[in-house]
């Protein structure tokens, strides 16, 4: 089975400045999707990035961006010029197709960030 | 992004009775959605993977015979929560899955059985 860790259970950044999320997960996989999730406290799910295994290159969106080692099966996520609203819990998330219409699904913990003014 | 909507936001029932929660993909077909369960400060439990025209996928420790899933169209998914308990008391998130194997969340639904 899959698993997921996300080290970190709270971290807290200063609001402009940079923080690194981390998260390994362990699979014998090679095709497989990893996303990081945003749950702020209204509690909506929300995709911040997602990367293919197969891709080399780190996924980026805007102020958000993947360092993604799939020897290493490390996949973290960097948040540069935080802003207020990026406070939020922030799930690492594995998937996998494993068959028509059935796929494999696990979430970590989550790491509960804290941007302060 | 896509939209997924969830109905009831909130629901307050006796226990013995049973619960229907609508998973709706808005703007978007989804073959497939998610099923999660929340506890209070934890991460999202899978339990069930439900597809269109098809039998759902529980996981395991799951009862499917309590958490009866249907999926009848290409936008609509429901879970009913049968002879529901207090310990069923959580909060139920869908998701559905679009043609990139991306998930996009319904914004949850707060069951509290009394």
């Known amino acids: 089975a899959q698993t997921v860790t996300q080290s970190q259970p709270e971290m807290s950044v200063q609001e402009a400045e940079t923080v690194t999320l981390s998260c390994t997960y362990d699979?014998?996989?090679?095709?497989?999707?990893l996303f990081w999730y945003k749950q702020p406290p209204s509690r909506q799910m929300i995709l911040v990035i997602r990367?293919?295994?197969?891709?080399?290159q780190n996924a980026t969106e805007n102020r958000f961006s993947v360092n993604f080692q799939k020897a290493a099966k490390s996949f973290s996520l960097k948040i540069s010029d935080s802003q207020l609203g990026d406070t939020a819990m922030y799930f690492c998330?594995?998937?996998?197709?494993?068959?028509?219409?059935?796929?494999?699904?696990?979430f970590g913990k989550g790491t509960k960030l804290s941007v302060i003014p | 992004g896509a939209v997924v909507s969830q109905h009831p936001s909130r629901v307050i029932c006796k226990s013995g009775t049973s619960v229907k929660i609508e998973c709706r993909s808005l703007?978007?077909?989804?073959?497939?959605m998610f099923w999660y369960r929340q506890f209070p400060k934890q991460s999202l439990m899978l339990m069930a993977t439900?597809?269109?025209?098809?039998?759902?996928?529980?996981e395991q420790g799951v009862e499917k015979d309590k958490f009866l899933i249907n999926h009848a169209s290409l936008t609509l998914s429901t879970l009913t929560v049968t002879s529901a308990h207090p310990e069923d008391s959580s909060f139920y998130i869908c998701?559905?899955?679009?043609?990139?194997?991306?998930?996009?969340f319904g914004p949850g639904t707060r069951l509290t059985v009394l």
């Open positions: 998330a594995f998937m996998k197709r494993a068959g028509a219409g059935s796929y494999q699904l696990t």
């Open positions: 699979t014998s996989e090679n095709n497989y999707y």
């Open positions: 990367q293919e295994a197969y891709k080399q």
């Open positions: 703007d978007f077909q989804a073959t497939t």
């Open positions: 439900s597809n269109e025209g098809s039998k759902a996928t529980y």
């Open positions: 998701s559905g899955l679009d043609r990139r194997n991306e998930q996009f």
